[in-house]
C-alpha cells in the first residue's frame, strides 16, 4: 500500500488539477461533433460490434468505485495521525483511472469519426445510385437495340416472305408467259392446263377411292414402264440413225471424192479425145453424163446438208430437254423450301400464340393489389427481379436478426451477471448485519476478495465477448480482419493479467498482516476520497449514438440489398451483350439443318421403319405351327390398312411423276417452239446452259464438229462474251474486227448479232452460186 503512495516532492492538488483540465478538454472535444476523420480501426471495429451495454465504462466504473473503497476501508482501522496526511494525497488508481477515463474519450472521438464516415458513406451512396442509374440507362438503351434487331429481323422475314411471293409469281409468269407465243402456243398451253386439271382431279379420285387406287397404280405404273421403254428405244434408233446418216454421209462424201476423181478422169479423156478426134456426138454423151453425175453429187449434198441440220436439231432438242429438267428441279427445291418456309412461318405463329396465352394466364396473377387492373410485373423478368431483390432483402434481415440474437444475449448474460453481482451483494449486507461484530479489517479483506472475483469475472467475460469478435471477424469478414485491433486487445489482456499480479500480491500482504483488535465502527468515507460519478449523461448518449448507429446499419444493409440486385442486372445484361455479340460475329459457313438433308434423312428413316415393320408383319404372318418369335403379333386388318396407305402412296407417287413428266414434255415443246421461232426470224440456234448462260449459233455459218468451235456463249449472270473455239481459233479471228466495232465501241449485241447474220449470208449465197 506504501508503495502507491506519492513521493514527497510531488503535489496532489496540482495533479488533480491537470486530470481535471485534461477531462474537461476531452469532454469539449467530444462534444464538439463531427470531427476531422481519424483512420482508427480499434474505434470503428468497437462503434461498430459492440452492444449498447458498454462492458467497459460499467467495468470502469466498479473499478473506480472498489479503488475508491479499498483503501478508506483499509486505512480506517489505522491511527487517527494519518488523517491529516491522507487528506490531501490522491488515490493510487489515479493514473489508471485517468488512463481509462482517455480511453473512453477516444472512443467517443472515434463514435464521431464513425459518423463522419456514415456522412461520407452516404455521398459515395449518392454516386454508386447514379453511377448504376447510368447503367441501367445503357442496360436499357442495349434492350432497345435488340428490340430494333427483332424488329429487323421481322422484316427480314416479311422480305423473305414477298421473295417467296416473288418466286410464286415467277412461277406463275412461267406458266403464263408461252400465252403471249402464239395462238397455238395457247391451246396448247390450255390443253397441258386441261390435263394438270385432269390429273389433280384422277388425284383426288384416288384418294377418295383407296379400294380403286393400286389398280390404277399398277395401271399407270405399266404405262410408265412402257412409256419408258418406249422412249429407251426412240433414243437408241435416234442414236442408230444418227450413227447410219454419219456412215451414209461419210460414203457420199467418199463417193463424192470417187465421183470427183472420175469427173477430172473424164474432163481429161475429154480434152485427150478433142485432141484426137473432136467427135460431137462423143462429146455430148460425155457432158450428159457429167451432169447426171453433177446433178447426183448435188442430190447427195443437199440430202447431206439436210441429215446435218436434223442431226443438229435433235441434238439441241435433247440438251434443251435436259436444260428444262435441270430448270424443274431448281424451281421444285425452291417450292420445297417455300413450303417449309410457310411451316416454320405457321410453327413460328403458333409458337407466339402460345406464349401470348401463357402471358394472359400469368399476367391474372400478378394484378395490382389496388384493383385497377394493372399488371404489377410486366414481364416474368421484372417478376425475377422482384424476386432476387426480395431474397436479398430477407439474406439482409436474416444477418441483421442473428446480429441482434447476438447483442441480445450478450445482454442477458450482462443482466444475469447484474443479477448474481446483486444477489451476492445482498448476501454480503446480510452477512455484515449478522457478522457485525466482526473488525474493519475481515470487513476490508472481504470486500477485496469479493471485488476480486468480480473483476475476476468482468475480466472473463471481456476477454470471452472479444474472442466472439475475432472470430466473427474471422468467419464473416476475413480480408477485413484489424491485426492492430488484435495487438491492441492483446496488450489489453497483459494489462488486466498485471492488474491481477498485483491484487494477489496486496491480497498476499493483507493476508500476512495480522488485524488489530479494534471495536467495531460504522464506516466513515474518508475526506480524500471521491464520490462516484453518475454516468447518466454519458449513457444518454452513448445510447443515441447506438440507436443512430442501428439506423445506418439497416441503411447500410438496404445499400447493399440495392447494390447485390444491381450487381446481379449487371451481370445479366453483360451475358445477354456478350451472346448478342457472339452472335453478330459468328458468320454462317453451312446450316446444320440443311431442309433438303433433314427431307432426305426423314424419308429414309421412314423408308427403314417402314421396311422393319413390314419384314416383322411378314415374319409375324407367316410364322407356322404358332412357333414363338421375337416379333409382336399385329392383327391382319392393320396390315391390311398398312398396305392400302402404302398403294395410296404409291399411287400419289406415280400420279406425281406422271404430271412431272406432263409438265416436261409441255415445257420441252415450248421450248422448242420458241428456238424454232428465232432460228427461223433471226437466223440464229439458241442453245441454254445452265448458270443462266445461252449458246447461239448461225444457221449460215454453222459448226462442223460437236465442239461448237462457230458458236458464241453469253453468260447473263456476268455479263460476259465468250466464243466457242477459244480467243485464237479461226472463228473468234474472223468476227474479231465485229467485235471491235460492235461490242467495244458500240456496245450493241443486236447489231453485231445482225452484221454477223448478214456477213455469213452473203458468203453462204455466194458458195451456193459458186456450186450451181
Known amino acids: ?117 456514415m456522412q461520407t458513406a452516404d455521398s459515395e451512396k449518392e454516386i454508386a445510385l447514379s453511377q448504376q442509374s447510368n447503367k441501367v440507362e445503357q442496360a436499357r438503351r442495349r434492350e432497345q437495340d435488340e428490340s430494333q434487331k427483332r424488329q429487323a429481323a421481322e422484316a427480314a422475314q416479311s422480305r423473305l416472305e414477298a421473295q417467296i411471293e416473288e418466286l410464286r409469281s415467277e412461277l406463275d409468269s412461267l406458266k403464263d408467259g408461252s400465252e403471249e407465243s402464239a395462238k397455238e402456243m395457247e391451246r396448247k398451253y390450255r390443253a397441258a392446263q386441261d390435263a394438270a386439271n385432269l390429273a389433280q382431279e384422277q388425284v383426288q379420285d384416288m384418294s377418295i377411292a383407296k379400294d380403286e387406287a393400286e389398280r390404277i397404280s399398277k395401271k399407270k405404273l405399266t404405262d410408265m414402264e412402257t412409256q419408258l421403254t418406249a422412249l429407251q428405244r426412240a433414243t437408241e434408233d435416234h442414236s442408230h440413225d444418227s450413227h447410219a446418216r454419219e456412215q451414209v454421209i461419210q460414203q457420199t462424201q467418199a463417193q463424192v471424192a470417187e465421183r470427183d476423181a472420175q469427173i477430172a478422169a473424164l474432163e481429161a479423156d475429154v480434152l485427150r479425145l478433142k485432141a484426137q478426134a473432136g467427135d460431137a456426138d462423143t462429146m455430148q454423151a460425155i457432158k450428159r453424163e457429167l451432169t447426171e453425175q453433177v446433178q447426183h453429187i448435188r442430190a447427195l449434198e443437199s440430202t447431206n446438208r439436210d441429215q446435218l441440220s436434223e442431226l443438229k436439231h435433235l441434238r439441241s432438242v435433247n440438251k434443251a430437254v435436259e436444260v428444262v429438267e435441270e430448270q424443274k428441279r431448281t424451281l421444285q427445291r425452291r417450292l420445297e423450301s417455300a413450303e417449309l418456309l410457310e411451316a416454320e412461318l405457321a410453327e413460328a405463329r403458333l409458337q407466339r400464340q402460345r406464349l401470348e396465352d401463357e402471358r394472359r394466364s400469368w399476367a391474372s396473377y400478378l394484378e395490382n393489389s389496388a384493383g385497377n387492373g394493372d399488371v404489377e410485373f410486366e414481364s416474368p423478368e421484372a417478376m425475377a427481379r422482384a424476386l432476387a431483390e426480395e431474397r436479398y432483402t430477407t439474406a439482409s434481415y436474416v444477418d441483421q436478426v442473428g446480429a441482434l440474437r447476438g447483442e441480445i444475449n450478450a445482454l442477458q448474460n450482462t443482466v444475469q451477471t447484474f443479477e448474481q453481482e446483486r444477489k451476492q451483494l445482498l448476501e454480503d449486507l446480510e452477512n455484515a448485519k449478522a457478522s457485525a461484530n466482526f473488525t474493519s479489517t475481515d470487513k476490508a479483506r472481504l ?20 474472442k466472439a469478435f475475432d472470430t466473427e471477424d474471422q468467419t464473416m469478414q476475413p480480408e477485413q480482419f484489424d491485426e492492430a485491433r488484435a495487438s491492441r486487445v492483446q496488450e489489453l489482456e497483459a494489462l488486466v493479467d498485471n492488474y491481477k499480479k498485483e491484487l494477489e500480491a496486496v491480497h498476499a500482504q493483507l493476508s500476512s498482516a495480522e488485524p488489530a483488535p479494534a471495536a467495531p465502527t460504522t464506516p466513515q468515507p474518508l475526506a480524500g476520497s471521491k464520490r462516484p460519478h453518475a454516468s447518466s449523461d454519458s449513457s444518454e448518449q452513448l445510447g443515441q449514438l447506438t440507436r443512430k448507429n442501428r439506423s445506418l446499419q439497416e441503411e447500410l444493409a438496404g445499400l447493399q440489398t440495392k447494390l447485390a440486385m444491381q450487381g446481379k442486372e449487371l451481370s445479366v445484361n453483360r451475358e445477354q451483350l456478350m451472346v448478342a455479340k457472339s452472335q453478330g460475329n459468328t458468320r454462317v459457313l453451312s446450316l446444320r439443318a440443311n431442309p433438303t438433308a433433314d427431307h432426305e434423312a426423314i424419308k429414309r428413316a421412314t423408308l427403314e421403319a417402314l421396311q422393319k415393320e413390314n419384314k416383322e408383319l411378314l415374319a409375324t404372318l407367316r410364322s407356322k405351327h404358332g412357333k414363338a418369335t421375337t416379333v409382336a403379333y399385329i392383327p391382319t386388318s392393320v396390315l391390311g390398312a398398312m398396305e392400302r396407305e402404302i398403294a395410296a402412296a404409291k399411287a400419289e407417287t406415280a400420279s406425281a411423276q406422271k404430271s412431272a413428266r406432263r409438265l416436261k414434255e409441255v415445257w420441252g415443246s415450248k421450248s422448242h417452239e420458241f428456238k424454232e421461232a428465232i432460228f427461223s426470224t433471226l437466223g440464229w440456234t439458241v442453245t441454254f446452259i445452265p448458270n443462266g448462260k445461252m449458246r447461239v449459233e448461225s444457221t449460215f455459218y454453222p459448226s462442223q464438229t460437236d465442239e461448237h468451235e462457230n458458236s458464241i456463249v453469253f453468260d447473263g449472270e456476268r455479263g460476259t462474251m465468250k466464243v466457242g473455239g477459244g480467243p485464237k481459233s479461226k472463228f473468234a479471228q474472223r468476227i474479231a474486227d465485229q467485235i471491235g466495232f460492235w461490242v467495244r465501241e458500240k456496245g450493241c449485241i443486236p447489231g453485231f448479232l445482225a452484221a454477223l447474220t448478214l456477213e455469213f449470208y452473203e458468203e453462204h449465197n455466194n458458195n451456193k452460186e459458186q456450186q450451181q
Open 447 to 466: 470486500r477485496v476478495e469479493r471485488q476480486k472475483s468480480l473483476a475476476l469475472k468482468e475480466v472473463e467475460y471481456l476477454r470471452a465477448q472479444l
Open 1 to 117: 500500500m506504501r508503495r502507491n503512495t506519492p513521493r514527497s516532492g510531488e503535489r496532489p492538488s496540482s495533479r488533480q488539477a491537470t486530470a481535471a483540465t485534461a477531462s474537461s478538454r476531452l469532454r469539449a472535444s467530444t462534444s464538439a461533433l463531427p470531427r476531422a476523420p481519424q483512420f482508427n480501426k480499434i474505434g470503428s471495429f468497437r462503434a461498430s460490434a459492440q452492444p449498447t451495454y458498454n462492458q467497459l465504462t460499467v467495468a470502469d466504473s466498479n473499478h473506480r468505485a472498489a479503488s475508491q473503497r479499498s483503501p478508506s476501508q483499509a486505512d480506517s482501522t489505522r491511527p487517527s495521525s494519518r488523517d491529516s496526511i491522507k487528506e490531501n494525497l490522491a488515490p493510487p488508481d489515479a493514473d489508471e483511472y485517468e488512463k481509462y477515463r482517455r480511453e473512453i474519450e477516444a472512443l467517443k472521438a472515434e463514435i464521431g469519426t464513425l459518423q463522419y464516415r
